[in-house]
Structure formats: structure tokens, C-alpha cells
């Protein structure tokens, strides 16, 4: 069987901050990691660290002073490796065309209205995911992914959480052996 890691994190920035007002939630941003030490993140999101309005496909560095007090919630789903190969040909796909996504504030807005706004080329975090995770099989969400939050993604897949805590924590060597193990 084959690994992917599922983080929710809560940034405390303005943007998700309002996000966090809507859902109610702790953890507002959604990534999708490949490996447990997290050097392969992708998720939908910031381009620029100090310019939340400049958006689209995004591969994170946890290591990046931006997420020193991000708190985080990290799960591991187990899937095939089929299901792997295609979440990858899926990435591969995105990073091919990451000119042309942008961030799909539109339907954060849609969410929060009760509105259906669906958008070609634009994603949010948990919608990109819920479609990376929709279109591997490895879940059929029963309302489209333009309308999943993090909580929908961790709620609707068999997920174990594996750590829970400051992000700045989990990346430290030591600690990640109790984690993982």
C-alpha cells in the first residue's frame, strides 16, 4: 500500500482568518503531501508570501518563515498504487499548466452564500484536493468538490491522524520519528 499525508493548517492570516469565521473550524488551508517529512506539498494557495490576492497551484515549503506559527494537523490515507499513479499524473498535469490555475476566490465566496459558482481553471485548497482524491478513486464526495472544506476532505476519507500541533514541531527529525512510527 501506498502513503499520501493530508494537511490542515491554520496560518492566522487575514484570509483565513475570515475563513475560519465562516466554517468554525481550527484549520482553514488543506495541502496534499506526498511523503511524510513534507518536502512534496501542493495545495492551491498564496504565490507570494506578503500577497494573499495573487494565487493558484503552489508547491509549499513548511521551512519557509510563513508557517513559524502555523498550526497544523497532519493525516495519513492509505491507497493503492494505482491510485498514487494517478494522483501524481494529476499533479504532473497542474504543475504543466500552473500558468494558466488561478485561486478560486469566487467559490470561497460561493460557499459561504449557499451559491453554486462553478469556475473552470480556478481552485481552492480543499477543492483541488477533494478533486485530486475524487479523480484517483480514492473517495466520491456526495456534493461537487467546489464545495468541500478541509473538514469535508478529513470527514469523508479513512484518514489517521498522525500529529497534531505546531508545524515547526513535526518537521524537527526527532520528534517526526515518534510521529511516523
Known amino acids: 500500500m501506498a502513503h499520501i499525508y493530508i494537511v490542515l493548517t491554520n496560518t492566522g492570516t487575514v484570509l483565513g482568518n475570515c475563513i475560519k469565521l465562516y466554517t468554525k473550524e481550527t484549520y482553514n488551508h488543506s495541502s496534499v503531501a506526498l511523503d511524510p517529512n513534507l518536502k512534496r506539498v501542493y495545495s492551491f494557495g498564496r504565490k507570494q508570501v506578503h500577497n494573499p490576492f495573487i494565487g493558484g497551484f ?18 495519513r490515507v492509505e491507497l493503492s498504487q494505482i491510485q498514487l499513479e494517478i494522483i501524481w499524473q494529476q ?10 490555475l488561478r485561486y478560486n476566490f469566487l467559490g470561497l465566496i460561493g460557499i459561504a452564500c449557499h451559491q453554486i459558482w462553478p469556475r473552470q481553471d480556478a481552485y481552492f485548497c480543499s477543492q483541488f484536493i477533494a478533486y485530486l482524491l475524487e479523480q484517483s478513486t480514492v473517495v466520491h464526495f456526495n456534493k461537487p468538490c467546489y464545495l468541500i472544506t478541509p473538514t469535508d476532505l478529513i470527514k469523508s476519507i479513512p484518514a489517521e491522524l498522525i500529529f497534531e500541533g505546531a508545524i515547526t514541531d513535526y518537521l524537527e527529525p526527532d520528534l517526526q520519528k515518534n510521529f511516523l512510527n
Open 58 to 75: 503552489v508547491r509549499e515549503d513548511f521551512q519557509q518563515r510563513f508557517f513559524d506559527k502555523t498550526w497544523a494537523q497532519i493525516y
Open 91 to 100: 499533479l504532473l498535469a497542474f504543475k504543466l499548466r500552473q500558468e494558466e
